[in-house]
């Protein structure tokens, strides 16, 4: 018997940092306020580009908010990357999710 095909397969689980921005309006923001998140989501994906701990994967506007959305396979080390870029986003009240581990645990920063 080959017991190469009993292992399990590895456990892969993909975790995330979702930062979500209050807007000055009930639908998109202002252009100002859409332009100064493109900024940051470019600043962001370079940045964690660099540090290889993930991916920033883009943003979502609508219903009053911008949501920013990034991937990689450790949330905090991805958040840290990110986290200076995130808070320089004058944009509030905000916060931002940390999915972590194969049960998706949440923990959320208030920026």
Same mark, same amino acid.
């Given at each position: %018997?080959?017991?190469? /095909? ?29 332009? +100064?998140? /493109?900024? #940051? !989501?470019?600043? %962001? @994906?370079? #940045? *964690?580009?660099? +540090? &290889?701990? &993930?991916? *920033?994967?883009?943003? !979502? /506007? =609508? =219903? =009053?908010? @911008?949501?920013?959305?990034?991937? =990689?396979?450790?949330? $905090? @080390?991805? /958040?840290?990357? %990110? $986290? ?9 009240? @905000?916060? *931002?999710?940390?999915?972590? &581990?194969?049960?998706?645990? $949440?923990?959320? *920063?208030?920026?």
């Amino acid at each position: %018997m080959d017991t190469l /095909f009993d292992l399990p397969e590895p456990e892969t689980t993909e975790q995330a940092v979702i930062a979500r921005y209050r807007l000055s309006d009930d639908e998109y923001g202002s252009r100002a306020e859409r332009e +100064a998140v /493109f900024d #940051a !989501e470019r600043a %962001m @994906a370079t #940045a *964690v580009e660099e +540090a &290889g701990v &993930g991916e *920033v994967d883009g943003n !979502e /506007f =609508g =219903g =009053g908010e @911008a949501v920013l959305y990034a991937y =990689g396979p450790d949330a $905090e @080390a991805l /958040f840290k990357v %990110m $986290e200076p870029i995130l808070r320089r986003l004058s944009l509030r009240p @905000a916060h *931002v999710l940390l999915r972590q &581990g194969s049960r998706a645990t $949440e923990s959320r *920063v208030e920026l």
